[in-house]
Each structure stands twice: as C-alpha cells, then as structure tokens.
C-alpha cells in the first residue's frame, strides 16, 4: 500500500522501521545557539512535526513554555518517555493542520525544522496560514528552510528559502534575519538557511 505523508502512518511506519534519517539525536546545534544568546527571551513557543523532541526540550530547558505537536504514535510516545523535570513540555498527538481556534495567538515563537519539508507541497500555503494564526502578533517564526534544492519528490520536499519567505510575507510577516548558520552538521552546511520573521 502506498502511504500518503498527509497521513500519521506514513511516519509511523518510518519510526516503526528505524527509518528516521531526519533525526539528529540531540538539539540542533543553530537552535542551542539561538536558545543561549539572550537575544529570544523565555516565552510560549510551539514546534511543529517535533519528531522526538530534542528541540523543543532545548528551548525548554531554556525556559520556554514549549508546546510540541507530532500525530507520529511513536513521535509522541517518545517524547513523552523523554519528558523529564528540568525540560518539560506539552506534547500534543495531533495533526498540526487540526489545530483548532483554541490555540490562535497563543504563541510568542513558532519553531520549525524538517516539518515544512515533511508536508504535502500543496498544503504549504495551509502551513503559512497555520503559522500565522497561532502566533501572537509580533511573534517570531525561527525555521531551518532545509533541505535546499531542485530535485522533484518527497519527503523530504525541497525547499527554497526564497520562496519560503515570499510565502510567509503573504501571511503577513516581516523578514527579520536570515543566515547559513556556520554551525549546520556538516551533512547540511550550506543546504539549510536560518530564517527569522515576525508575525
Ligand atoms: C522529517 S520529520 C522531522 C522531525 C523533527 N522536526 C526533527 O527534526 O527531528 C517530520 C515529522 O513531522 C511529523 N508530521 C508530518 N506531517 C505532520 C502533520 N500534518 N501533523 C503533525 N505532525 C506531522 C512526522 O510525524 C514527523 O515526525
């Protein structure tokens, strides 16, 4: 059977399998410098498509109140194994485009890394009303457009950071910051941009 990336057991059966090339196994080295610089204070952050969790238990410990959403099983089941006293966070086992109107403006930030990649390209626009609706105003987008490229197919879909950031300013949101982060793991450097807007 031919599982559709709309659907949890497309993923399920990856993590079910081991077959989970996207996870890093601790925090992203660009986040855990974002988390420590001081420039981002401690506030509501939601990660979306958090897989096990590494990063938004990073933001956690940094005391961020992090919300993390992924409608994996396994995903969740995961983290919530991993939901220890000094980074705790609320794990949502949900899709994220079933976020319901409860959680409109709830969010001071919104981190994203390998779940723009993960979706149907068709829904991206669906993503960037998502994002929009769950910040507050004024709140931060923080995302690793990754992976960068030309290639047809997915997952993961490629992505152009270009593009990415049109979409969003439709949405209603001002670039901020953008950089290759000197510090993406080297089978990334230079096919992952860092990109800042704000709600
Ligand atoms: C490529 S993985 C990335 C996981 C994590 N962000 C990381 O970097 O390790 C994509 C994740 O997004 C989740 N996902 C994909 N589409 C989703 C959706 N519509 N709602 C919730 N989670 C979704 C998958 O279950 C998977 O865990």
């Known amino acids: 059977m031919l599982l559709d990336t709309n659907s949890p057991l497309f993923w399920q059966e990856s993590y ?9 196994g601790e925090p992203t080295p660009t986040f855990a410098r974002l988390a420590a610089s001081g420039h981002y204070p401690p506030g509501a952050m939601i ?19 992090v919300t993390a959403v992924d409608f994996a ?3 969740a089941a995961a983290m ?3 939901n220890h006293a000094d980074a705790q966070i609320e794990i949502l086992e949900q899709d994220i485009f079933a976020l319901d109107g409860a959680w409109d403006g709830r ?3 919104l981190l994203e890394y390998t779940c723009f990649c993960a979706i149907d390209p068709a829904r991206r626009s669906e ?15 923080i995302g690793l457009a990754f992976p960068i490229g030309r290639r047809p197919g997915g997952p993961p879909f490629v992505v152009q950071p270009d593009a990415v950031v049109e979409l969003l300013t439709e ?8 950089e290759f982060p000197h510090d993406s793991v080297p089978s990334r450097q230079k096919i992952e941009e860092l990109i800042i807007l704000q709600r």
């Open 171 to 178: 949405h209603g949101f001002t670039l901020q910051h953008r």
């Open 47 to 65: 990660v979306l498509g958090a897989g096990y969790g590494h990063d938004a238990r990073l933001f956690a410990r940094h005391g961020f109140a």
């Open 73 to 75: 099983p396994q995903a």
């Open 107 to 109: 969010f001071d930030y």
């Open 80 to 82: 919530r194994q991993l």
């Open 16 to 24: 079910h399998n081991g077959r989970i090339p996207w996870d890093l």
């Open 127 to 141: 993503y960037a009303a998502l994002a929009a609706r769950l910040l507050k105003p004024g709140g931060l987008y």
